[in-house]
């Protein structure tokens, strides 16, 4: 049984963990060893802190005790070769350089962070692997925790995780912030893992429930600490705006047995103001750099939309047609065209709607989409044509690996009563 000193030890790993992996990185120049070095700390931690209490700075304690075990280590080990004498003198060089490491964890974040994020989402990597990477190093998530958010097993995160390191250690990827040209590509991998953790936890793309709040909370984190890091940057601001405004609506998303509540039934008066102005905020930052809009401020302004309609019937929806208009011209995607559809559907009624998602159906890469047979469905249904409705809806259900939603689908099947 957990008691409260364990619980608070877990809450400060989660904030600290990730300056701690990344200092770490930078002392010894590889991300496995600084993690096992973090670990130790952790079960130093988990040894010392129940009978000696919390230290005034945990922080600080925790990366003095990371960075002693790391001198030990050194010293232990027998330089049998030049190779291993230059790495333990250069190893003691730079740890004479490093200025009071403990008292610097308690300055704002600084470039080990934001290093250790471009290095975790690195393009050299797998998508999956990025997630999971980023996961473990930036949001203080265990293997078993990332494999239940992503219905996979334990071992099977466990070696993704050690796989991408052996890669980024093979690959030489050095521990830096890209520079330039390379920066924007960089970025964009940045920020894609970021908004895959959170749709991830917003609609899980399988399993039995609807949404992962925890791994929304993570993406939202690790956005806030981008866009501090990197603050003239309006495509951060555009996320982090997008993931606030959407995660607002996310008490009015579930019914009192964890069943989905579609947008336009949503109570409203349940969706969280505090971060609408959070997100809209956000969202004024990104406009204020004055740069073309990228397709996450896009989404966002879309987001916003929504936000500032009281009641459905308020809703801006040829604004928000013009928007993914905007998007479909930046982000080029039949994903796209199907949610400017949908938006269609509401601005200009479901006859037309139709026909736009008709033109979608052959395209290959929406084949196995559940969303589009879902939204053909309700077109269908607003137009009366109530058996082919029933029909798509099915479709949709089939298709689904999460079974919240097939159950939702399923009941939109049953509705199409003629």
Known sequence: MPTDTHRAIDAIWRIESPKLIAALTRMTRDMGVAEDLAQDALVAALEQWPESGIPENPGAWLMGTAKHRAIDSFRRNTMTDRKHEDLGRDYNAREQTVPDLDSSLDDPIGDDLLRLMFIACHPVLPKEARLALTLRLLGGLTTDEIARAFVSTEPTIAQRIVRAKRTLSEKHVPFEIPRGGELNGRLASVLEVIYLVFNEGYTATAGDDWMRPSLCEEAQRLGRILAELAPNEPEV?????????????????????????????????????????????????????????GPYTLQAEIAACHARAREPQQTDWQRIVELYGELVATTPSPVVELNRAVAVSMAAGPEKALELVDQLVDDQRLQNYHPLPSARADFLKRLGRLDEARAEFERAASMTRNARERELLLKQSRECVS
Do not use: F, T
């Open 237 to 293: 601001h555009g996320l982090v705006a997008l993931m606030e405004i959407q995660a607002s609506r996310s008490k009015a998303r579930l019914g009192p047995s964890g069943e989905p509540i579609l947008l336009m039934d949503q109570n409203r008066a349940q969706w969280d103001q505090l971060l609408i102005q959070r997100g809209l905020a956000a969202l004024e930052r990104a406009r204020r750099l004055g740069r073309a809009l």
